[in-house]
Nanobody
Framework: QVQLVESGGGLVQPGGSLRLSCAAS????????MGWYRQAPGKQRESVAGILRGGVTNYADSVKGRFTISRDNAKNTMYLQMNSLKSEDTAVYYC?????????WGQGTQVTVSS
């Protein structure tokens, strides 16, 4: 099994930045696919960014050029650097890991973008 714990959320003004972290309970070296998702009130959960073991990344169109996903295998941690935040980025952000055919999720961290 894999336990995932997100941190780094909070309240930020429009145009500001936050860095989310997702710490895993086991080595992530063998985890092929990891990613960040978000869910805003009244909306479905959506993919924000993903990263494969080899470092290949993908992003939702809405965050391209503003968010950067990365993973540090030595620290068993995945990150999401979020810059130029907008009010529409407000959501609960979840990290995800696909390992041995099973999807694992963290408990989520709230990101609120507001002046």
């Amino acid at each position: 099994q894999v336990q995932l714990v997100e941190s780094g959320g909070g309240l930020v003004q429009p145009g500001g930045s936050l860095r989310l972290s997702c710490a895993a309970s086991r080595s992530i070296f063998s985890i092929r696919s990891m990613g960040w998702y978000r869910q805003a009130p009244g909306k479905q959960r959506e993919s924000v960014a993903g990263i494969l073991r080899g470092g290949v990344t993908n992003y939702a169109d809405s965050v391209k050029g503003r968010f950067t996903i990365s993973r540090d295998n030595a620290k068993n941690t995945m990150y999401l650097q979020m810059n130029s935040l907008k009010s529409e980025d407000t959501a609960v952000y979840y990290c995800n890991a696909l390992w041995a055919g099973v999807d694992y999720w963290g408990q989520g961290t709230q990101v609120t973008v507001s002046s």
